[in-house]
């Protein structure tokens, strides 16, 4: 018996996180035949209407459980499985005991690293590190995954009860055409960033970069996202350095907002995957990543973009001066870019990968349990 499917969230922000929920629900909906989405905007932003997915907006703890116990209580016995988040987790198998729960964390997790969490008990989101979690209710999750391989492999390596973990890279919709390029004719090595204002983007990093005096009057530096904690420190920071760089605030449609730039560059060390990295694939330009966390998946150095060591104060301004000095390169790097996300970072391809988990959850038929 096919599982009825049931992914849950919990919004505190609008990002890139919120995308993939939403694409993940739209593509299994094509596979099995129910699929529903329990979306807790906890001050984030309202719930996409994907089709033929039904989505339970709720917007506080009472809501929340009545939602997902209303849609994970089925009669005829019909299997349920709950496609979680490391936020909910806990709570998802309190509320749903007779589902089973895949949790998903779409961070690269640390032992000291603070993760906000909703206490089963409470309803309350509070700060846990990955070994403070509710491991007494956690016990009880058959499989966990993580949004790259540097995801899997931290969660194998610090949650102290995760038996299995599976590594399931995110899916993104990719423009069927590229996006037609338009740009302001200044010279200029035009830079983009996408990424909430605060300190774990390390977007810092890049503000000094591109104040740096060999980039300063060659490059500028754009960076979309919400504002978050950093916001009015980095736009201090902008102003202290000089630095050339605009901040552009939060935008819809992002592949097409991307096509006016040369490439896109990110600075954190713990991220999950960056989605921003595939959205900039699908406009055909390139990445400049660190190698760290899961960016180095995403991009094959000097072939789809450049990796550069986060460990080393200068390699980030070396890299921005190679691509400001061949920046014709950087064309053939965005179709090679483009290509590789049209080939593997597909929204079908997540969610085949996440049936694949979800039909492995189904109880043994009972003869063959018996011979078990």
């Known amino acids: 018996m096919v599982p009825h499917v049931v992914i849950t969230w919990l919004s505190t922000a609008r990002g890139g996180a919120e995308n993939s929920v939403i694409e993940l629900a739209t593509h299994l909906a094509r596979l099995v035949p129910n699929v529903e989405v329990v979306w807790w905007r906890h001050g984030g932003r309202a719930a996409e209407n994907p089709g033929p997915v039904h989505v339970h907006e709720v917007t506080d703890w009472n809501g929340y459980q009545q939602a997902l116990a209303r849609a994970t209580s089925l009669p005829g016995g019909q299997p349920v499985v709950v496609i979680s988040n490391h936020r909910t987790a806990a709570a998802d198998v309190t509320i749903a005991p007779n589902a089973r729960v895949i949790p998903v964390v779409r961070h690269v997790v640390s032992q000291d690293q603070t993760l906000r969490v909703i206490d089963p008990h409470t309803g309350e989101l509070v700060e846990r590190s990955i070994g403070q979690m509710a491991w007494d209710v956690l016990s009880a999750v058959p499989v966990w995954v ?127 995957f960056g989605r921003c990295v595939i959205d900039a694939a699908g406009a055909g330009i390139p990445s400049i990543v660190p190698d760290a966390g899961a960016s180095p998946e995403l991009v094959v150095d000097g072939l789809t973009g450049m990796v550069y060591d986060p460990h080393d104060p200068h390699d980030l301004v070396a890299t921005l001066t190679d691509a400001v000095m061949y920046r014709n390169e950087l064309a053939a790097m965005g179709s090679a870019a483009r290509a590789l996300a049209e080939a593997w970072y597909t929204p079908g391809r997540c969610a085949a990968q996440f049936l694949n988990l979800v039909m492995g959850q189904q109880p043994l038929p009972g003869s063959l349990a018996a011979a078990r």
């Open 146 to 272: 993580g949004i790259s391989q540097a995801s899997a492999a931290a969660l194998r390596e610090h949650a102290p009860r995760a038996r299995f973990v599976s590594a399931i890279p995110n899916g993104v919709t990719v423009p069927v055409r590229i996006p037609a390029r338009s740009r302001p004719n200044t010279g200029k090595l035009l830079v983009a960033a996408v990424a909430r204002t605060v300190p774990w983007k390390r977007l810092d990093v890049l503000v000094r970069a591109v104040a740096d005096p060999r980039l300063s009057t060659a490059v500028m530096l754009d960076i979309f996202g919400e504002p978050g904690s950093q916001h009015q420190e980095l736009q201090d920071l902008v102003g202290d350095l000089g630095a050339p760089v605009r901040f552009m605030g939060y935008v819809d449609n992002l592949p097409h907002r991307l096509a006016g730039y040369d490439a896109l560059a990110t600075a954190a060390l713990q991220e999950g």
